[in-house]
């Protein structure tokens, strides 16, 4: 007896998890499907696999002796799948956060086409991280603090994250100084790594912002609002280099007054580097970087 894949994949999840909503974010699902894969689960093999509690989810005994067999098992399926894709020659699975993809290679990509046009790119887009165990992605673009062990993590580039505005806003309040920000509504992206706090510790650190008028999950939408004059942004001069480019933003206060991080990597695992496909695109990638 078998039990179908997606409750295996569901129970593996939510043990390594040790959460049913992570769980949920990471396979693409509901935290109550999760939870019917693992009643159906429990079910069809006559075992408590979970304790739950007000302090969240532990495996039983049994649960952890079944997550040993399972999980290699699982690995295994990966690395089948591994072995089998990169048998098929030209191809590249790319996974990007969203306005990373929109805003900074999505404009660049038609270089990498013309270059390599016999590589078939697939892309998708969004926050939860790939899980390389599933042997669906090549390569993942990820945003954040780099916290991810056994796999190779390489910074795209130093950014600068300062306040941005469109120029009509800038002339219309008379920003000169760090102080008049505290007169006008600040834009945020809720994910991003520089906070307004951070940047007025370092630039007016007398003061600190009461509220953030406008809050956001993308940078993208963050930029728009600043595009629309709705207020000030603080976002990366990378992400928002084709609406400085074009004029509709600009930096309210210049470069010296931005907060320099790196915050976007190459993630994958060392294994995918043999991948012709890979190697040409991390090489292409590392180039356009250099050139920003």
């Known amino acids: 007896m ?5 409750a ?4 593996e999840a939510v043990a390594r998890r040790r959460s049913f909503s992570l769980a949920a974010t990471e396979l693409h699902l509901t935290p109550s499907a999760i939870s019917h894969q693992l ?11 979970f304790e739950r509690s007000s302090r969240g989810v532990d495996l039983t005994p049994a649960g952890h002796s079944y997550l040993q067999r399972v999980g290699n098992a699982l690995g295994a399926i990966s690395t089948a799948t591994d072995a089998l894709r990169h048998g098929v020659q030209d191809s590249l699975y790319l996974h990007c956060s969203p306005s990373f993809a929109s805003l900074w290679l999505m404009p660049r990509i038609a270089c990498f086409a013309q270059r390599h046009p016999g590589i078939s790119l697939v892309l ?20 954040g603090l780099p916290t991810w062990p056994h796999l190779e993590v390489e910074p795209i580039f130093s950014e600068k994250v300062l306040p941005l505005a469109s120029p009509e806003f800038i002339r219309k309040h008379a ?3 760090p102080q008049d920000l505290l007169q006008v509504p600040l834009i ?10 951070e940047w007025f510790a370092r630039f007016e650190p007398a003061h600190r912002p009461e509220r953030i008028a406008l809050k956001f999950d993308r940078a993208m939408m963050s ?9 000030v942004a603080l976002e990366s001069a990378c992400l928002g280099q084709a609406h400085i480019a074009s004029g509709r933003l600009q930096p309210v206060f210049g470069d ?10 190459l993630v994958y695992p060392a294994r995918h580097a043999a991948r012709p496909e890979v190697r040409m695109f991390l090489d292409w990638i590392r180039e356009e970087a250099r050139a920003c």
């Open 223 to 231: 930029l728009d609002a600043a595009v629309q004059s709705l207020g």
């Open 256 to 265: 010296e007054m931005s907060l320099e991080v790196q915050a976007h990597f």
């Open 124 to 143: 998708s887009a969004s926050h939860v991280h790939s899980d390389f165990q599933l042997g669906l992605v090549d390569l993942d673009i990820r945003y």
């Open 175 to 177: 920003l000169h100084t």
């Open 2 to 6: 078998i039990p179908p894949l997606s």
């Open 39 to 49: 009643a159906k689960l429990e079910s069809l093999l006559g075992v408590r696999l």
């Open 188 to 197: 945020q992206s809720m994910i991003n790594v520089a906070q307004w706090p």
């Open 8 to 11: 295996l994949q569901a129970f």
